[in-house]
């Protein structure tokens, strides 16, 4: 089995800044592309980050320039720093990696359960 575990969510002011953090544990032969989602209520869940085993980034445009997600291999995880968030930065925060658990089997996507950001005065 699988598992990603995301940590670091909260409420915080407009204009303060959060870390997300995600490692994926179990039987694990290569991690590919792994990224941050979002999901606000009443709306579809897009792509914040998300970022290569060789260390390229792509960012949506609302959080660019404020944003910053990184991984660290050797470990399995991947984090989304977060500066100057917004209100409309409000949401649950999903965690994805394409991991291919044996060499001779195709990557396969895995989420995390999640994890509130909500940013309010």
């Known amino acids: 089995q699988v598992q990603l575990v995301e940590s670091g969510g909260g409420l915080v002011q407009p204009g303060g800044s959060l870390r997300l953090s995600c490692a994926a544990s179990?039987?694990?032969?290569?991690?590919?592309?792994m990224g941050w989602f979002r999901q606000a209520p009443g709306k579809q869940r897009e792509l914040v980050a998300s970022?290569?085993?060789?260390?390229?980034?792509n960012y949506a445009d609302s959080v660019k320039g404020r944003f910053t997600i990184s991984r660290d291999n050797a470990n399995n995880t991947v984090s989304l720093q977060m500066n100057s968030l917004k209100p409309e930065d409000t949401a649950v925060y999903y965690c994805?990696?394409?991991?291919?658990?044996?060499?001779?089997?195709?990557?396969?996507?895995?989420w995390g359960q999640g994890t509130q950001v909500t940013v309010s005065s």
């Open positions: 179990g039987r694990i032969f290569s991690i590919n592309a």
């Open positions: 994805n990696a394409a991991i291919r658990r044996e060499f001779w089997l195709r990557p396969y996507d895995y």
């Open positions: 970022i290569t085993s060789g260390g390229s980034t």
